[in-house]
């Protein structure tokens, strides 16, 4: 914990430091000061024996313990001059043939990895998503099954187990292909596989509207008025009735707020921003329209002013 700045209170608060999502957030609003912060320690340890030397030695990768070799490996380089050549790429080619019997666990740990850095998540999301992969593939090979779809599906699990679900359409916008139908059965038959292993039920984590919300409102610039009485009426809708998908009641919340903001947003690029169809937007709304009264909070729109919103 440490102080800082609050422009929505505008005073000095106590703020946190989120290290799963990088975020530093106040704790009285609630607001997210800094997102996705950048560790800009220093990657150069000192190995020198006298404390006054500066000897920076590089420490070289990380170690991943889901490999064999922990992923260390050594390379044979081409010699310099025309001595000892043959023998040099001899070794090399040999090294090449049989020195990597992992190589598609560590082209799938890429895959991975390339798919977490292109939505945005955070370490502990990718080593869960490789520890998932790892312990699936060592159960039963995979051989004849869809890998994009088994890599897409492992990064879902591994979302909603860390408590930062992922959309299926924003995991099929960087799947290499895979589709919503693939990346479906891939999951049910992760799931099943690990329920063996383990020999009982696996959670996966049960997914909400205020796990969306957020990040939804920040892709349609919403202002932070606007964020905090949507996370409001989250709240208290989960005592309605409302028998929708979680993804589907955030996009409809977010357009019963933005129709009583200044800055009002269009239904199609609410759509685009959530992934969620108009249609289904639309019935969303529709289940929540009657009870708008009771979770609209007062602070944000008066009675008179609910006359602002369309009838569904």
């Given at each position: 914990?440490?102080?800082?700045?609050?422009p929505?209170?505008?005073?000095?608060?106590?703020?946190?430091?989120?290290?799963?999502?990088?975020?530093?957030?106040?704790?009285?609003?609630?607001?997210?000061?800094?997102?996705?912060?950048?560790?800009?320690?220093?990657?150069?340890?000192?190995?020198?024996?006298?404390?006054?030397?500066n000897?920076?030695v590089?420490v070289?990768?990380?170690?991943?313990?889901?490999?064999?070799?922990?992923?260390?490996?050594?390379?044979i380089?081409?010699?310099n001059?025309?001595?000892?050549?043959?023998?040099t790429?001899?070794?090399?080619?040999?090294?090449?043939?049989g020195?990597?019997?992992?190589?598609?666990?560590?082209?799938?740990?890429?895959?991975?990895?390339?798919?977490?850095?292109?939505?945005g998540?955070?370490?502990?999301?990718?080593?869960?998503?490789?520890?998932?992969?790892?312990?699936?593939?060592?159960?039963?090979?995979?051989?004849?099954?869809?890998?994009?779809?088994?890599?897409?599906?492992?990064?879902?699990?591994a979302?909603?187990?860390?408590?930062?679900?992922?959309?299926?359409?924003?995991?099929?916008?960087?799947?290499?292909?895979?589709?919503?139908?693939?990346?479906?059965r891939?999951?049910?038959?992760?799931?099943?596989?690990?329920?063996?292993?383990?020999?009982?039920?696996m959670?996966?984590?049960?997914?909400?509207?205020?796990?969306f919300l957020?990040?939804?409102?920040?892709?349609?610039?919403?202002?932070?008025?606007?964020v905090?009485?949507?996370?409001?009426?989250?709240?208290?809708?989960?005592?309605?009735?409302?028998?929708?998908?979680?993804?589907?009641?955030?996009?409809?919340?977010?357009?019963?707020?933005?129709?009583l903001?200044d800055?009002?947003?269009?239904?199609?690029?609410?759509?685009?921003?959530?992934?969620?169809a108009?249609?289904?937007?639309?019935?969303?709304?529709k289940?929540?329209?009657?009870y708008?009264?009771?979770?609209?909070?007062?602070?944000?729109?008066?009675?008179?002013?609910?006359?602002?919103?369309?009838?569904?």
């Amino acid at each position: 914990m440490n102080d800082a700045y609050c422009p929505e209170c505008q005073r000095p608060t106590e703020v946190v430091f989120d290290h799963s999502a990088g975020d530093t957030v106040c704790l009285e609003c609630g607001l997210v000061l800094e997102a996705h912060s950048i560790d800009e320690t220093s990657e150069w340890r000192t190995f020198a024996n006298e404390s006054g030397d500066n000897d920076p030695v590089r420490v070289g990768g990380p170690t991943n313990p889901l490999l064999a070799d922990a992923g260390l490996s050594t390379v044979i380089s081409k010699p310099n001059g025309s001595s000892g050549e043959f023998l040099t790429s001899s070794l090399g080619r040999w090294q090449h043939l049989g020195a990597n019997p992992e190589r598609n666990l560590i082209q799938a740990f890429r895959t991975i990895s390339t798919m977490s850095d292109r939505l945005g998540l955070v370490a502990t999301i990718k080593d869960r998503a490789n520890e998932i992969y790892k312990k699936v593939e060592d159960q039963k090979p995979l051989r004849g099954r869809n890998l994009d779809g088994i890599l897409a599906a492992c990064l879902y699990i591994a979302c909603r187990q860390e408590d930062k679900p992922r959309t299926v359409k924003e995991i099929c916008s960087v799947a290499n292909g895979a589709t919503k139908k693939e990346i479906g059965r891939a999951k049910e038959y992760i799931v099943k596989q690990l329920e063996i292993e383990m020999g009982q039920s696996m959670e996966i984590g049960t997914i909400h509207a205020g796990d969306f919300l957020r990040r939804f409102c920040s892709n349609l610039g919403m202002t932070n008025q606007a964020v905090k009485a949507a996370q409001e009426i989250v709240q208290k809708s989960e005592d309605l009735d409302i028998r929708r998908s979680p993804i589907s009641v955030a996009a409809a919340i977010i357009y019963m707020i933005t129709q009583l903001s200044d800055d009002k947003k269009l239904l199609k690029d609410i759509s685009l921003a959530t992934g969620v169809a108009e249609g289904t937007i639309r019935n969303s709304y529709k289940d929540l329209y009657p009870y708008a009264s009771r979770i609209i909070p007062s602070w944000y729109a008066k009675q008179e002013d609910l006359r602002n919103l369309c009838s569904p």
